[in-house]
């Protein structure tokens, strides 16, 4: 009801047990030996300990949580972890047990964990203000979770990758990454005399001076007076999109600077001058690693966004050389190879898809050669640029009209490469119609991990929205077993570090990537561990 969903549509069943109702006894300073579910609200902590419930002080918070004979519950593990490094015992997170029990939610504060999870009021003796009661609200929640976890089938997933990966994200993010800060004021220097520049030969080509970022005064120029063909006119004006001006940049020479300005312009604002504002005191930008952002499972990078960093572009290739190492240090980057593919590979068992990851050449050309029915030796770049997003189309269940926009092609000859792609990959067509038609059955698409993500739009009896579920059917078991595939690496490559090389540190994860910074010294052994972890991570067909 909360999703705004009906029971027998939703995919989702959370059935709680009110029958055995749990009461609650305040103690004023009560002992903990075993176990304590921890919660804060404001400035205020208390920790629940069977029906034991207790206010304890920050220094009595640091104890127990130093104290690895103690099994905890807590809320945020990351945070917690970074906080109290010596921290313990944690066996159970709430944010992300319930990130795992719904994928979809807007929030995993505790406050709606509490309303979400807790089944009823409990009974305390003694005191009884709203913030006990809410710490033993958030204690029945624990309860609740880990059951979803168990009925779910995804307690050793939350076990083994999420709640290990936790501690892993909070180093991350304590260390930071290394950023030449001299070097983004030079190219936002540099940035800002071509954009001038830029300007000055639009304004010249145009035959008067305008706000280039005002929408409404680039469609009177562009339209009005260079009478370029406008696509369409709303009640605030022309439309200037990015989609609109490449249909229009062989029109006149104006549109071509005009797409370089926004692209230097863009540059500049969010990057050469933004990553400045991020660099702290010690000279590292400390990105936020968001665990519970993603419905696949996937890790988000936020304030700022260093998953995100520009690479198609020579301009935007160049904000990597401002990420650094500090001197007598280096970074050790890997990265695996066409890692949905394979996952699509051995999750599908096409026996022709195996063998050509088996035969070591380039998948988009052996796909390319099938699908074209052309020798290897005979195929272009344009022919292997299209069967790089017929492979990667096909993960995403796209559709032959999308495909043709994509690369540039007629609709009906788009649909003839997706068919002839599932004609010979016909264990891919099959596994796909098997996810899809377990997931209108379940209302839930599972990863090779059992991450599940609940999918009620495959349900729906409109055909987009339905669309839409086949789709996310399609991908979530691919780009969510690829998320779970580099966790386990992250954890495995973060464990390996601390045992052999405790200089050297996991900084970096952008999706498929690893990035280590280490002493020069020991950068030979830091990248063997890099690469044997993640080849270690999992087996694939």
Avoid at 30 to 37: C, G, L, R, S
Avoid at 173 to 185: I, M, R, T
Avoid at 249 to 274: C, I, M, W
Avoid at 386 to 410: E, H, Q, T, W
Wanted: negative net charge; proline residues 4%.
């Amino acid at each position: 009801e909360k999703m705004g969903l009906k029971p027998d549509n939703s995919g989702m069943q959370l059935c709680l047990d009110m029958s055995d109702k749990k009461s609650f006894k305040f103690i004023e300073n009560a002992d903990i030996k075993n176990k304590a579910d921890i919660y804060t609200e404001d400035e205020k902590i208390a920790a629940v300990s069977g029906d034991t419930v207790t206010v304890i002080s920050d220094s009595e918070l640091e104890k127990l949580l130093k104290d690895g004979g103690i099994k905890k519950r807590v809320h945020d593990f990351k945070n917690l972890s970074k906080k109290y490094p010596d921290i313990a015992g944690v066996r159970f997170d709430t944010m992300l047990a319930a990130y795992l029990c719904n994928p979809s939610a807007s929030s995993y504060a505790t406050d709606r964990i509490i309303a979400e999870y807790a089944p009823y009021e409990p009974e305390i003796e003694g005191e009884t203000d709203e913030f006990i009661k809410n710490a033993c609200l958030f204690s029945l929640a624990c309860d609740t979770l880990e059951n979803e976890l168990e009925k779910t089938g995804q307690k050793k997933l939350f076990d083994e990758i999420e709640l290990p990966l936790a501690r892993v994200l909070g180093e991350m993010e304590l260390c930071g990454f290394s950023a030449d800060v001299n070097g983004l004021k030079a190219l936002s220097s540099e940035l800002d005399t071509r954009i001038k520049s830029l300007e000055s030969e639009i304004y010249s080509l145009v035959g008067y001076e305008f706000n280039l970022n005002s929408p409404k005064q680039l469609g009177v120029a562009l339209f009005e007076k260079l009478g370029l063909p406008a696509k369409k006119k709303t009640k605030s004006g022309y439309s200037t999109g990015a989609e609109v001006l490449e249909g229009l940049k062989n029109e006149h020479p104006a549109v071509s600077l005009l797409l370089n300005y926004r692209q230097l312009a863009k540059l500049k604002s969010t990057y050469a001058d933004g990553l400045q504002d991020c660099i702290a005191e010690d000279g590292r930008i400390h990105s936020t690693f968001n665990q519970t952002e993603a419905r696949t499972g996937r890790i988000s990078s936020l304030d700022p966004n260093l998953q995100n960093i520009p690479v198609r572009t020579a301009e935007g290739r160049r904000l990597r050389e401002y990420f650094n190492a500090p001197a007598g240090r280096v970074l050790c980057d890997a990265d695996y190879s066409q890692i949905e593919l394979r996952v699509l590979a051995s999750m599908s068992g096409d026996a022709n898809m195996i063998n050509a990851f088996g035969s070591g050449t380039d998948i988009h050309t052996v796909t390319a050669s099938q699908v074209f029915g052309l020798p290897q030796d005979m195929i272009t770049p344009e022919l292997r640029s299209r069967a790089k997003a017929v492979n990667f189309g096909i993960v995403y269940g796209i559709g032959a009209f999308s495909l043709a926009k994509d690369i540039n092609v007629s609709v009906p000859e788009a649909k003839r490469y997706i068919d002839d792609y599932l004609t010979h990959y016909s264990g891919v067509k099959a596994y796909m119609d098997k996810v899809t038609a377990s997931a209108e059955k379940d209302g839930w698409a599972v990863t090779m991990f059992g991450r599940k993500r609940f999918i009620p739009e495959i349900l729906s009896t409109n055909k987009t929205v339905k669309a839409l579920g086949k789709r996310i059917a399609m991908n979530t078991p691919i780009q969510g077993t690829a998320a779970d595939i580099i966790k386990i690496a992250m954890i495995r490559v973060y464990r390996r570090l601390k045992e052999e090389l405790p200089e050297a540190k996991l900084i970096l994860q952008v999706h498929d990537e690893l990035i280590v910074e280490a002493p020069e010294a020991q950068a030979d052994k830091a990248a063997q561990i890099l690469t044997e972890e993640m080849q270690g991570a999992v087996k694939l067909a």
